[in-house]
């Protein structure tokens, strides 16, 4: 891993506490902190410390009680639900020596859930509508536990529940709003994330270099890969947002210079499907899938995007030999020559689904997703991608991992991403493979 | 979160110190506590705390200090790599006042990856082969970076790399031993997870009970709810695992008597769509879907399991009204009349795709993923899911929330869950959602 300065002496503090049994015995992975990590240093504060502690009274009371002395803003999930294993709220109460009372707009947001799932409000439920009277309350539009909001010489506190969903609602439309109430004068910290497809994270830090003549004073850069591309994380501090985004101007710039075809796009949630989403939509054009080795994660990474139906025309999941030569017209004699993991079958499949959708585009998978299925000559994780780009047709061969998990979202990648390329007029392919012609 | 009993007073007790700015910022998320939580639990430890630290010499040195005082075993991962942010091993050389000397082993080992690799060794990568000589190697065949095994008056420390699967191989194959014979009488952990589909946590945990009557004597359950069902856990100690097994006998044969219906299968990781294919297996019967508001989702759940080609016809995603009627023979007047998000149409998707791709079974989804599409009547989350089981043709409506990857999963997770009640003869239908005819 490789960072750089990423925090200065200035910064405010904060504390991520952490509250579940299951977190600790490893049932759920906690991916909470994460999130609020990301948030808080967006916000400008260091996150010095996080904890990970049981359902337990004392060490919730313990652990609040020193964070809400040492750190600025303590950031807590988790206990907050209905059963009586969710002793957060109470704990915190204790703390602030402030009573529970009936909160009339939590109780009536409460009820109208209840209501329109049809099910009956339990005593338990009910018992979430009371709110330590010393806090505000942070309005949970997502879910029946609301968040709390404390303080107390100049240190923050705010509860949150542990549903994910719920947690990331209320930091983002209620917690950080708070934040630039409570610390105006805060450094805030700029970060944007650059997405890549298609190049493995050595080959773009070659290109990319360490940029060490610009990083410094407060900037940073850092390289974080995962199966469906690399994200590279630049961020600098300022007093404002302004000041702060000024003093990435070069790196960025450096990054477009060096690595720019390569970038899909900002944002670290940005995800490829919205990107080509986004260039269909402008060049009014549609697309259409035929998958076999994928079937379905190609669509579904299409169809996670709203709105997709403007462009989306469907596809075909065909799994079978019949299928694809039924629906998607192949030719049952280049099945039985060349076999359905070929390129003809490739581009036949994608040539077939854009004539029966009726669009523009039609992108294909057929391969070995593993762990069965391979022959000497056909590994698994060899994988065939057909494209039909308004009638200019050719096939992408790439032979990927041992996975069969990994192999689909691999695939996914570089077709879309091979897609993006031809829309945009990008010279290359993904990871340079080499397009095969019919 | 409902857990009980969860640690008996005699338990070890276990520290997990996770080191990495890049866990406090939220760039990685923490795989690595969880599953180190995980297997130290299994071991008989009650995992009591979590910690976070930033790469700082000062932090971390305070932390393991206080650790090694506190609990009986710590472990430790991150800041074990090759560049200068990478100090653990240095800090806790310093705590245990030990000189670090070359081991010639691990020195050996590094030279061999990089000849494999044909990189050339740098002095940071010789820097890894020195080691403390208060602690002994635990032996990293998977990098470069080896673990280390201190002990101090009783107690243990383990440091390990922050590479996921180089950490989980030496917890496997280094910690999990050693462990086994500095704490010989420790008792075991057996744990066994049941998992349910169509049913909410409430009204499991209502059916199923507290079980307080047999939850005593270290024995425990708990309820993991998650978007595609909810899992009980339930674990027993013991001296041996048999021992420990014997005590779940009572609780396991309770769970069935009172949810059986609901639990689909054990095992952590199993999924729905495995259990389904096994069913589909037997009885030689095979499936198509016609996706439209889940866009490939539940094709993709199904074709995630290895071999779903022995069973899994393929599919339509279909978007479009057109490639409804043109596909799947939904009939144009029904779409006009009762609109795509009907009882008909669902219905006659899944008797389509059945026909269409000559399967025993086929199932059809179509409602407002969100969060556009909705109409006064037709609100975000309203799912039409329809059936076509060898001819025996229904469909289900559900409201789901207003998350569009949330109603993808809920309602795969329904589709699925009403096949395997069906195909197995269970009364009753997901969530007790009502069926209606055509």
Redesign the interface.
């Known amino acids: ?3 750089k300065l ?2 200065s002496y200035d910064m405010k503090n904060a504390h ?1 506490i ?1 509250i ?12 909470n ?7 808080l ?1 967006e916000s400008g504060f260091e ?9 337990n009274p004392h060490i919730i009371r313990k652990q609040v009680l020193r964070s809400l002395k040492i750190a600025d803003l303590t950031i807590v999930t ?2 907050l ?6 002793v957060t709220k109470k704990v915190v109460a204790e703390i602030f020596e402030s009573e529970l009372v009936e909160h009339a707009p939590v109780m009536e947001h409460i009820e109208s859930i209840f209501k ?2 049809g ?1 009956s409000l ?1 005593a338990s439920n009910r018992e979430q509508a009371m709110i330590p009277q010393a806090c505000e309350v942070l309005f949970n539009k ?1 879910g029946t536990a609301p968040g709390m909001w404390f303080h107390r010489n100049g240190n923050y506190l705010a509860l949150l529940p ?1 549903v994910p ?1 719920e947690m990331e609602y209320l930091m983002e439309f209620e917690v950080m709003p708070k934040i630039k109430t409570v610390f105006p004068e805060q450094d805030v910290w700029v970060t944007e994330y650059f997405k890549t497809a298609g190049i493995p994270e050595s080959t773009l830090s070659d290109r990319v270099g360490s940029l060490e003549e610009f990083v410094a004073n407060g900037v940073g850069i ?1 390289y ?1 890969p995962n199966p469906s591309g690399v994200t590279i ?1 630049i961020s600098a501090n300022g007093n404002t947002p302004e000041a702060a985004g000024g003093k990435l101007k070069i790196l960025r710039s450096q990054l477009n210079e060096r690595a720019g075809d390569y970038i899909y796009g900002k944002g670290k949630n940005l995800k490829l499907a919205e990107v080509i989403g986004t260039i269909l939509k402008e060049k009014n054009l549609s697309i259409a ?1 035929a ?1 076999s080795c ?7 990474e ?3 995007i ?4 403007a462009y ?9 030999n ?2 694809k030569i039924k ?1 998607l017209s192949v030719d049952a004699d280049d099945i039985n020559r060349e076999g359905a993991v070929s390129k003809t079958v490739a581009i036949q499949m994608a040539d077939g689904v854009s004539k ?3 669009a523009d585009i039609g992108i294909s998978t057929t391969g070995i ?5 391979a022959t000497p000559e056909k590994p698994v994780g060899l994988v065939w991608m057909g494209f039909s780009i308004q009638g200019y047709n050719f096939a992408l061969k790439a032979i990927f991992t041992n996975n ?2 990994i192999n ?1 979202e691999r695939t996914a990648m570089v077709v879309l991403e091979c897609i993006r390329r031809q829309l945009l007029g990008i010279q290359g392919t993904p990871y340079e493979l080499k397009p095969h012609y019919p």
Chains 1, 2 share one sequence.
Do not use: Q
């Open positions: 891993m490789f960072y990423l925090f991520v952490s579940g049994n299951e977190l600790l015995i490893g049932d759920t992975i906690n991916t902190a994460s999130k609020i990590g990301n948030y240093t996150v010095s410390r996080g904890f990970t502690i049981p359902d988790g206990g639900g209905p059963t009586h294993d969710d329109k799932r099910f339990s997502m542990g969903y850092a974080l994380r899938v998958e994928t079937g379905g994660f190609v669509a579904n299409i169809t996670n709203p709105g997709s139906s989306m025309k469907g596809g075909i999941i065909a799994y079978s019949e299928i629906t029966a959708f009726n997703a593993g762990p069965g299925g069969r998990l689909k």
